[in-house]
């Protein structure tokens, strides 16, 4: 109990100035005259909505988006997957599954819509056994002859 000193004495005042207080042009006014350290930033578009201004290079941008686009399976090959499934007697469905994607990948596919993958689109080559690549779209797989 030596250790504990008696003579201490807190001190119990009231609560500073709330932060928007604090913020007040009064408050630095005060602050300033009294000769403490105030620190003033200024926010980029404080209290306004800048962030939807057009800018002078909002055309160029825009030419530019036009331009660099991702290519999409051409309507050729849309069709002959289409036509090749039909011909098959298969759904969507029973496609996907037979390559092991989603059934929105084959309508995404035969509306146009997809990126090309070519792993994807050789899944579905051999399924339908036709070529969907190159110059002879449409014709026959050839079957792989096996190496002895």
């Not at 036009?66 to 496609?95: F, N, P, S, Y």
Request: proline share 3%; net charge positive; with cysteine.
């Amino acid at each position: 109990m030596a250790e504990c000193d008696w003579d201490t004495v807190t001190v119990l005042r009231k609560k500073g100035p709330s932060s928007a207080q604090a913020k007040s042009k009064q408050a630095v006014a005060a602050a300033q005259r009294r000769g403490e350290e105030v620190e003033t930033t200024k926010k980029w578009a404080a209290g306004q909505n800048k962030q939807h201004t057009v800018t002078k290079n909002t055309a160029k941008l825009d030419r530019e988006t036009e331009e660099l686009h991702h290519q999409r399976v051409t309507l050729e090959v849309a069709k002959v997957i289409q036509i090749g499934r039909q011909d098959k007697g298969m759904t969507q469905k029973d496609l996907a599954t037979k390559i092991n994607e989603k059934p929105q990948v084959i309508a995404d596919y035969e509306s146009g819509k997809a990126i090309p993958n070519n792993q994807i689109i050789g899944k579905i080559e051999r399924v339908l056994g036709l070529k969907l690549r190159g110059k002879e779209i449409g014709q026959p797989l050839e079957p792989k002859t096996k190496k002895k």
